[in-house]
């Protein structure tokens, strides 16, 4: 299984990054996937997760209304779509993909729910 994170790199205060996950061995029709990101000094937290039973998306209160994630079945491919970046958000992002349970809007945020990690891929945003 791999899952290689795209489209890192560094923007200014306001502007808008999209970043995509291309996954092999796991599928978007099968695995829930998710971003997290770690500044540094600091834990790895959750961003977004979708869900692929209907593609219900969660988003961290920090993203919610800049942040949208969404998936590319075609292309196997997560896609996270940042806009009105903040220094806050400089950090390194990484893609998961976890099995969805039932309770996936309780737990999509926990790290250990998920079975396997990008590389990352750095973002920064200076002012």
């Known amino acids: 299984v791999q899952l290689v994170e795209y489209g890192g790199g560094t923007v200014q205060t306001g502007g808008s990054l999209t970043l995509s996950c291309v996954a092999s061995?796991?599928?978007?029709?099968?695995?829930?996937f998710a971003w997290f990101r770690q500044a540094p000094g600091t834990e790895r937290e959750a961003v977004s997760s979708?869900?692929?039973?209907?593609?219900?998306?969660y988003y961290a209160d920090s993203v919610k209304g800049r942040f949208t994630i969404s998936s590319d079945r075609a292309k196997n491919t997560v896609h996270l779509h940042m806009s009105n970046l903040k220094s806050e958000d400089t950090a390194v992002y990484y893609c998961?993909?976890?099995?969805?349970?039932?309770?996936?809007?309780?737990?999509?945020?926990?790290?250990?729910?998920?079975?396997?990690w990008g590389q990352g891929t750095q973002v920064t945003v200076s002012s």
């Open positions: 998961a993909a976890g099995f969805e349970t039932m309770d996936w809007s309780m737990v999509w945020s926990r790290k250990h729910e998920y079975d396997y």
């Open positions: 061995e796991v599928t978007v029709d099968n695995w829930a």
């Open positions: 979708i869900g692929n039973r209907d593609g219900t998306t």
